[in-house]
């Protein structure tokens, strides 16, 4: 599978000021296959090792520090020597092994010819204790489950991907095309992005086994959260099962109490920010005030929270596959949390950067306003083709310099571009060539 981050790695292994790679991510999104694969074609041989369930390979680390000690065990360990810049040594699962992820400073300060990328699970580094972490001597990237022009090159659709990229995605696309980008998407609201579940519906169009994925998938976070957290969360799964429902609801503002009746903030907020570092979920802050820096007026005790998966969004909330072909108002407000779980998916992916939310004073509310480049930007999501009124009242109201909405069509006003929901990897880009014409 192609994956973006693919192009970040071979930045990293160019760069003259290189340090230890940590790769983090949720689990199973793809971490350990593309250090693999990036391994395979770019290096001339690979070291893997993985700390799960290997005490023998934790002993390695349990001496001392020195990189050259660690690099000549290893080489025993494997029966092959590593070879400075030749060989790519990759640590898996290194949130398991504490030494590990300290010896990453050393092998910076004092090794830096050997290329050392590690992957880690968000909820083992998290709450890892390392002797000292490596605080500036590694170099950070984080994965994400994968995106919709991920999900279309999995499938094979090298040639669309490219006509997109190349096509303003304001300017409508043939029908014939169109049509075929929406059925990927009903398919991707199906699946999502956990790269297995992806795997196995290209593989055999079996509906029944992305769901069975899915739901394991599910029950591993689960017990993780069991295996990393501390007394003070035990409410975690008690938050992360009523985001679905609370999705769904007309004014999809997170509130703690339907968490479980009588709760308060004060009682729960803890296990929400412990899922959020994790990167299980996004918290979408309410913005009082559309001006750069956005976090300065952050409203921080009004927000809305997301999943990082659609697929697991849908497994979740318990809606069966048939409800893509359902045109009946049964899942309307579903279609509705799906589509915008999906954009914020899609535009944290693209603008790496969680954008916030604007309401007015009962009287309006934008989805999203990201702050791109320095530029303020709208965005509404309209899972069909009615006009957003509160764009319009925002717009009244701030006169930004574009604004957004992405539904079924294309198009452009004086102020407001109109994109398709299949087109949003196209929507950062745009706007910066849109404002600096302007300018």
Known sequence: MQREIYSKLLEWKNRKDRKPL???????????????????????????FTFYNNPRLNDIFSMDL???????????????????????????????????IASLKPFYENAPEYHIACAGSLLGVLTSQPYSFPVGKVNRLQMRPMNFREFLLANAEDMLVEHIDKSDPTVPLPLPIADKLNTYLDY?????????????????????????????????????FSKHASESLTKLTLIWRSIPGQLAKDNNKFVFGHV??????????????????????????????PAVPMSMFADNANFKVYLA?????????????????????????????????????????????????????????????AQINGIVVPIEVKAGSNKSKSLLEFIKRYDPKIAVTISVKSGKTDNVIYIPLYVIWKLRDHILKTVKRKE
Do not use: H
């Not at 693999?36 to 074609?41: D, L, R, T």
């Not at 479980?260 to 005030?289: F, H, M, P």
């Not at 409800?323 to 998916?345: C, P, T, W």
């Open 309 to 369: 998966d659609i697929g697991i969004l849908r497994k979740m909330a318990g809606v069966p596959p048939d409800f893509i072909f359902s045109k009946d108002k049964e899942y309307s407000q579903y279609r509705g949390a799906v589509a915008e779980n999906y954009v914020l998916n899609e535009l944290v992916a693209s603008n790496g950067d969680v954008p916030y939310y604007w309401r007015s004073e009962g009287v309006a509310e934008v989805d999203f306003v």
């Open 188 to 224: 991707f609201y199906l699946v999502g992005g956990m790269p297995e579940a992806v795997a196995s519906w290209i593989n055999n169009k079996d509906i029944r086994m992305v769901e069975t994925i899915l739901e394991d998938i599910i029950k591993g976070y689960e017990k993780d």
């Open 260 to 289: 479980k009746t009588g709760a308060r903030s004060k009682d729960l907020e803890d296990a929400l920010e412990w899922l959020i570092n994790a990167g299980l979920v996004y918290k979408v802050i309410k913005v009082v005030q």
């Open 66 to 100: 020195d990189p050259k000690r660690i690099i000549d065990q290893l080489g025993l360990f494997r029966m092959k020597k590593i070879e400075p810049d030749k060989t790519l040594v990759i640590f898996d699962e290194i949130q398991l092994c504490n030494q590990a």
């Open 22 to 48: 940590l790769l983090e991510g949720v689990r199973q999104c793809g971490k350990t296959y593309i250090l693999n694969k990036f391994g395979k074609e770019n290096y001339e041989d690979v070291a893997y």
